[in-house]
């Protein structure tokens, strides 16, 4: 052993004993009888654990948190917390009479085992993962976030189920996971899966080529979760979209009446509002409201949020909302601005990373800027910058398109017009000018023209007009082609 793996156990071994517990709330009527109560547990190598993320969560998904066990250490193969630390975590379910231990990390399929048999008998154990996928579960509303979900959840349970057959059959070589009955099951339901999603993937990038044909621009809104998304989103819509874009029907009506509320923090009047927007999904579909931008027409794509410690496999099961950020012409990567640099560093690690490459350009939008001063402002552009210097493009391949970040508040309505000048600026742009006489025929290409947006100036002298335009390439191509066409003249 080295002299580092020594120091290393040496505080392994003090940090075991110097964070002790949280004591347990004194109010006999807290937790409520229907909530399920839960011990929230995490482990970090560095520095202190953080449990306020995995506390949010546990609440969201209905526990009434009751304990929490922390340890600073590195991964213990057996429990992944040290075995002292898991054996603290045994005695205070017991006391608790907790029904879940909720794991702010990734657990195997042995170590989720391994802490099962060691907790009271009937405690479950709920990884970073699995809590996930049961927040995923209130929020999945079509059959393509279904879909989504089911594929998640089966990736999910394959190594744990065959974890558990290879269990039970340790004695007998016979029976082995890879011929038990329920393990080829939940293979074949995985694949039926995939092909189902394949499918909506293939129609949502038909409707996409069809809208772009349609001289829409396609901007989507990407970041983790309570990042400010769908607020902003709310913000910039500027009508009521048709259902055929797959709206949620909340979403229906004109999206400023929410963007409002955002300002109304503390009113009591807007607590229900304001809770349902913590909620980390609200929704687990891609939602599309058409939006002028910088004089652009989009189509604003808001997704589903990133969370961390969701394996990288179910973060891909989300494949509407990865696809519609890939697929975008601009994605608009939301950073809240109220975190601090170690979040904010975190969260833009892991929504690169769930972008992965992209063909289009990411504006960074530094969210809630109205909840920093100036002074606050320029340490979170300084913070988003060491941790963009940070990213290793390998990791995080989306890191190459980033564009300079823009400070928004929507609270305080600042920063929107930068904001929609970088994205005009971001977005493909061809220009043309065209000079065609003026008839019945070019009225109508020109209307064709005026339908797009890609109408920049207009001017009649005389027999002739004279037309600059300016918007999408292929749009500004084909509109160009035909007033061309109408020019009859020899
Ligand atoms: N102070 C402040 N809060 C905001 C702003 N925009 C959003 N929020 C709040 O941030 C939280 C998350 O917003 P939401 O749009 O639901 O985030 P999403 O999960 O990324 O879609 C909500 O409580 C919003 O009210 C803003 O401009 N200023
Ligand atoms: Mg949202």
Redesign the pocket.
């Known amino acids: 052993m080295s002299r580092d793996d020594a120091t290393t156990n040496e505080r392994d071994e003090s940090s075991e004993t110097d964070e002790p517990t949280e004591a347990v709330s004194s109010d006999p009527d807290w937790p409520p009888d229907d909530a399920t109560r839960a011990i929230v547990a995490a482990r970090t190598a560095d520095g202190p654990p953080d449990t306020t993320e995995i506390r949010e969560l546990a609440a969201a998904a209905g526990y009434a948190v009751v304990g929490e066990v922390t340890q600073r250490r590195r991964e213990d193969p057996t429990y992944d917390l040290g075995r002292g630390k898991a054996e603290e975590l045994m005695r205070l379910a017991a006391a608790t009479d907790a029904e879940a231990v909720i794991y702010d990390g990734s657990l195997s399929p042995g170590q989720t085992f391994s802490l099962g048999d060691l907790l009271p008998t009937g405690t479950a154990v709920i990884d970073r993962p699995r809590l996930a996928l049961k927040l995923f579960a209130d929020a999945a509303d079509s059959r393509a976030a279904d879909k989504q979900l089911e594929l998640a959840r089966l990736r999910y349970e394959l190594p744990r189920l065959r974890e558990a057959v290879a269990r039970d059959a340790s004695e007998d070589v016979r029976l082995r996971p890879e011929g038990d009955s329920r393990v080829l099951d939940v293979e074949k339901r995985i694949e039926s899966a995939e092909r189902a999603l394949d499918e909506i993937a293939d129609d949502r990038a038909a409707r996409r080529a069809e809208r772009r044909d349609a001289g829409f621009d396609l901007v989507a809104l990407a ?10 989103a709310r913000r910039l819509a500027d009508e009521v979209d048709d259902p055929e874009f797959g709206d949620e029907p909340e979403l229906r009506d004109d999206g400023r009446v929410d963007a409002e509320r ?1 300002g109304a ?1 503390g009113d009591p009047a807007d607590d229900g509002a ?1 809770a349902v ?2 909620r ?1 999904f ?1 929704t687990l579909s891609t939602t599309t409201r058409r939006a002028e931008i910088g004089g652009r027409r989009t189509l604003l794509t ?1 997704t589903v ?1 990133f969370l961390d410690g969701l394996p990288h496999e179910s973060v891909r099961s989300f494949r509407a909302t990865v696809d519609a950020i890939r697929a975008a012409d601009c994605a608009l990567l ?1 950073v809240d601005t ?1 975190d601090d640099p170690a979040a904010l560093h975190r969260k833009l690690r892991v929504s690169l990373r769930a972008i992965e490459a992209t063909d289009g350009s990411v504006i960074p939008v530094l ?5 920093v001063d100036a002074y606050g402002l320029a340490a979170a552009v300084e913070a988003y910058e060491a941790a963009v210097a940070d990213l290793d493009p390998r990791n995080a391949p989306a890191v190459d398109a980033l564009r300079p970040p823009i400070p ?5 309505e600042s920063g929107l017009a930068d904001l929609a000048a970088a994205v005009a600026d971001a977005l493909p742009t061809a220009t043309a000018a065209v000079e065609v006489p003026n008839g019945g025929d070019t009225q109508a290409a020109l209307s064709w023209a005026y339908d797009r947006s890609v109408v920049a100036d207009v001017e009649y002298a005389g027999e002739t007009i004279a037309v600059d335009l300016a918007g999408r390439p292929d749009v500004v191509a084909e509109a160009a082609r035909r007033l061309r066409a109408e020019d009859t003249s020899p």
């Open positions: 970041g983790y979760t309570n990042a400010g998304k769908s607020t902003l955002v923090e304001l927007a913590d980390p609200e808001d949020g939301v109220s969210s809630k800027a109205d909840e928004v508040s929507v609270r305080e």
